[in-house]
């Protein structure tokens, strides 16, 4: 029997990753997720999905160690949106990685970001770097993986999408930029995890569709399968102005260096299925249909 902990569970990129592990249908492995509030709606769905709900929270040592009790791979994700900002994020994941070590978990898969060995004009990337750097340096096997943008931060058609795609526009003018499904990130993760012997001491970055605005509004379109609103001009300083500092830092780091490495042909050694902006843009659409 397998025993893998998944964090981050009822978020984006950790529902992925549980999704991607229940796809295997293994009975020999138990799946079990970490989250704050075990009683959440989110929460309770995954306990109907037969993964086992445990109580935690990263800041919380004694409750990563209940968690982490008889774990075999676990999985790591951190975020810098707190009180604490990116050094908030750095206890996060120094205080999971000294766990894990301590509860003899043999494989940890970090969740890290597309180019953080050269993101150090951008902060809470480079914190990411630093704490690969910490896991490599722990003693525990590893594996690193790094996704370009997420395809979920684009918002749904309507007044959302037209506002973020002039800003996008505004930010960006006609500089490609890679996307991924945290779907895709899921498959990424869940296969380092059953895997380890074959993924162990590996970093994998996890791109999917490269894309301009143009492209990227194009590609949405498709699989929505109706016109979008499309958009206004934006003077960019007043963007850049309304931009939180992070955020800042990795718009110019995109914009100026464009330089997160990674390709779907590479990825797609992996995830053969990846998905396209416009397959994903489809599969949301019909979401959204049937939750009407």
């Not at 993101?119 to 790094?146: A, C, M």
Request: aromatic share 8%.
């Amino acid at each position: 029997m397998t025993i893998v902990l998944v964090v981050g569970a009822t978020g984006q990129q950790g529902g992925g990753v549980i999704s991607a592990l229940l796809g295997y249908g293994r009975t020999d492995l138990t799946i079990k997720a970490l989250t704050r509030n075990t009683s959440s709606a989110a929460a309770q769905s995954l306990t109907r999905r037969g993964v086992k709900l445990c109580k935690g929270d990263l800041l919380d040592r004694q409750s990563l160690l209940n968690a982490l009790d008889g774990v075999d791979a676990a999985y790591l994700v951190t975020d810098f949106r707190g009180p604490e900002d990116i050094e908030g994020e750095m206890k996060q994941g120094k205080q999971f990685v000294d766990a894990a070590k301590e509860s003899g978990v043999k494989h940890i898969v970090f969740s890290s970001v597309a180019g953080a060995d050269i993101s150090k004009p951008v902060d809470h990337f480079y914190t990411k770097y630093r704490l690969e750097e910490y896991i490599k340096q722990s003693g525990l096997n590893w594996t690193i993986v790094r996704p370009v943008g997420f395809m979920e931060v684009l918002p749904p058609p309507g007044i959302g999408r037209f506002f973020f795609m002039s800003a996008m526009a505004s930010l960006m003018g006609d500089t490609k930029q890679k996307y991924v499904a945290c779907e895709d990130i899921g498959k990424a993760v869940a296969a380092a995890l059953v895997n380890p012997t074959k993924f162990s001491g590996k970093v994998v970055t996890v791109a999917g569709e490269v894309a301009n605005v143009d492209e990227l509004q194009s590609a949405l379109e498709k699989g929505e399968g109706r016109k979008g609103w499309g958009r206004i001009w934006l003077p960019r300083w007043i963007i850049i102005r309304l931009t939180p500092h992070h955020y800042r830092q990795m718009f110019d780091w995109l914009f100026y260096e464009n330089c997160q490495p990674g390709s779907p042909e590479e990825t797609k050694e992996i995830i053969p299925d990846l998905l396209s902006i416009e397959a994903w843009a489809r599969k949301q659409q019909a979401e959204r249909a049937i939750a009407r």
